[in-house]
Every structure is written in C-alpha cells, then in structure tokens.
C-alpha cells in the first residue's frame, strides 16, 4: 500500500492512531509527526455545547465515528467571524469530515476527543467515510498498474492509449475508460457522480493523488469548486 492511501494509519489515523496530547505528556519522547495527517469521520449526531467560563467559544460539538468504527466528539472553536461563515446546517448524519493535523485531547467534560480551532483545516465531505474509502479504493485501482497503464473505469480491461475512443473522466480525471460504450457507463453511473465532483475539489483531489504539496486552501465548506 503506498502512503497516499486512506487506508494508511500513518497519514489517516483512527482513533488510536491519531497522535495525542495526552500519550505526548505522559512520554516525552512522543512527537507530533512531521508530515501532514488527517482524521477522517463520520458525523453521528450533533451534541450540546459545553460552556465554561474559561474556554472560548465553542460553535459546535459532533459525536463522530473514525474508520474502525470508535466514537468520540469533536468540537469547534471558533472566533465570532469563524462562526458566522462555519456552514453548521451542512454537518449531518451521511457526511463525512476531514480534519487536518488533528490531536487527541482531553475536553471539558474529561472525554477525550479533538478540538479543532478555526476553520482553515476542516473539509466538509458529502458523503460517508466508507463511500469515501471506495473511492479510495477504486482510485488506486484505476491507477495501480505498471508501465504507465491504467484500468477502465467500468469493466476493469487495460486501457490501451492508442485506441482513439479510449480516455478519462473529463469531470474529475482520476478514472479511464476503454472505450465508448464504458466512457457512456463512466459519465452515468450515479454513484460516480457524487465522487466526480469532490474529486474535482483541488484539496480532496490533492489527497487522493498524494499531490500534499498542493493543499493550499484546507479550508471549511463544501467543495463544488472547479479546478482550473
Ligand atoms: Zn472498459
Ligand atoms: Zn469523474
């Protein structure tokens, strides 16, 4: 499995993989890694924001489910300018979000869990983290063949590149067909559509080539955003 993948729990911890504030304080020789990680969950439910006097303002508070299945809440803190813009009526049961560089943590009520101050580094995804992991896993075949060869989309053959009605998707250009009967079945299966168009996000894009480089706007909302 290459790096890049959603699977890998180096760069898409769970739960237990995500590093953690408190693992670092009871040993020091626990660093936060180097490179870019990302939590990816599930929303499971909207919970009651916790006051404290000590605290600033929490936005909002979701019980979230990682890739294995372990819930725990994630809350937003969020400036007054943060808030207004954070896309609250988006967040449901049957979207996923991805969390940036996220860090286990103790919250107010002693669960532990992750905050996550401002909105720069939260994507909200349409859509279900296993539906996500489909995605995943359909990217990597379309492209996990040798000598520059890529998979059809629809029918699993060898795309070979001198067939002129052979191509990509134009949408989100991560999948390849063989021929036009398939670029037909590509361009019109449902379930391709929905990840044709988050895939056409520069960030989730960015993700799913392993292109970390060119995550330049991690930031909050939705995607529907062309590349250009
Ligand atoms: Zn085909
Ligand atoms: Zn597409």
Sequence with gaps: MSAIDLHNETYFPVEASCPSEIKMALDPSKKLPELAWFLIVDIIREEPVIETDYIEVYAARFLVMDKKGVEFSVAFVLNSAEASRFPIEKLHVGVSLILKDAVMTTLVDNSIGVIMR???????????V????????RVHNARGIENGKHLCFACDKECEPYNKDAGRCDGCTFFYFCSKMCNYIVHNYKWHGLECTFLQDDDLAALFSGN???IHSFANI???QKRH
């Design 212 to 214: 970390w480089d060119d």
């Design 130 to 137: 296993k539906y996500l992991l489909k995605t995943n896993d």
């Design 222 to 224: 939705c995607l529907i």
């Design 118 to 128: 401002g909105v720069r580094k939260i994507k909200i995804v349409p859509c279900t």
